[in-house]
């Protein structure tokens, strides 16, 4: 059984920086970050293959880095340059032989 548990939310001013992790226990192939935003549907911010092949929502590009450690099991969403718009609950998913894992969630709030 896969289990995540994500850390690193918080408040920050705009422009500041925030690094979520998450850390896995299991066996997983992909991983994502995803955002349910006050309001809105959750939505895919980034995604990492097993192969360390990266992709990004266009309204992060350039401002969020995904990366994942294996020794340590754990994904990171480094979040540069937040906007209040980046204001949201952060979830860590991960995906093995078809199936979804979810993480409960971090908030991360941003001030403007």
């Known amino acids: 059984q896969v289990q995540l548990v994500e850390s690193g939310g918080g408040l920050v001013q705009a422009g500041g920086s925030l690094r979520l992790s998450c850390a896995v226990s299991?066996?997983?192939?992909?991983m994502a970050w995803y955002r349910r935003a006050p309001g809105k549907q959750r939505v895919p911010v980034a995604t990492?293959?097993?192969?360390?092949?990266?992709n990004y929502a266009q309204f992060v590009k350039g401002r969020f880095t995904i990366s994942r450690d294996e020794a340590k099991n754990t994904g990171y969403l480094q979040m540069d340059n937040l906007r209040p718009e980046d204001t949201a609950v952060y979830y860590c998913a991960a995906f093995y032989r078809a199936v979804d894992y979810w993480g409960q969630g971090t908030q991360v709030t941003v001030s403007s």
């Open positions: 990492i293959t097993s192969s360390g092949v990266t």
């Open positions: 299991g066996m997983i192939d992909a």
